[in-house]
């Protein structure tokens, strides 16, 4: 196996800001603009996820490859920030490299567990309107689409889309 997944830990912070940034190239790229992208910066990044990985209402995992510790993927959840008594994925990315290892899965399957035993029994992830490839995902997934919101990313318009799932 080559790829593992486990519970983040304070010291990941780093790593999941590189994941993150690096998966969002990727996954992004003629999505939202390339200065957009461009001007990412994994050290707020990091800075932000010390913050998250220190909230114990939040459980976040970490993809990594099991030969050289390197973080290649991150998915993070807790209560719902707009649907009281729901709970909501906030991120999930894998790096390019780490897609169809069946990551996303095991890391949806362990989060919807976690949730489940919070007694959080639906569940809500947004994603970019126009994501055609996580739209796949979270559909395979049995999610729903339901409501679209309008948004922006760095002052770029965007069209958030809510995937949902009414039992866990």
């Not at 999610?143 to 922006?152: E, L, M």
Request: proline content about 4%; overall charge positive; some cysteine.
């Amino acid at each position: 196996m080559r790829f593992a997944i486990r519970p983040a830990t304070l010291d990941d912070a780093e790593g999941i800001a590189r994941a993150h940034t690096a998966s969002w190239r990727t996954s992004y790229r003629g999505i939202l603009p390339e200065a957009v992208l461009e001007r990412i910066d994994v050290d707020q990044r990091a800075a932000s996820w010390r913050r998250t990985l220190q909230d114990r209402s939040v459980l976040t995992l970490v993809a990594y490859d099991v030969t050289h510790r390197d973080i290649v993927g991150l998915c993070d959840a807790g209560p719902s920030r707009r649907d009281p008594g729901t709970g909501e994925v906030y991120r999930m990315y894998l790096e390019h490299h780490a897609r169809r290892h069946g990551l996303g899965r095991e890391m949806f399957e362990q989060i919807t567990d976690w949730l489940r035993s919070r007694s959080l029994h639906s569940l809500v992830i947004w994603v970019l309107d126009n994501n055609h490839h996580a739209r796949r995902f979270y559909e395979a997934m049995g999610g729903r689409p339901d409501r679209r919101v309008a948004s922006t990313v760095s002052g770029f318009p965007i069209v958030e889309l809510a995937y949902v799932w009414d039992r866990l």
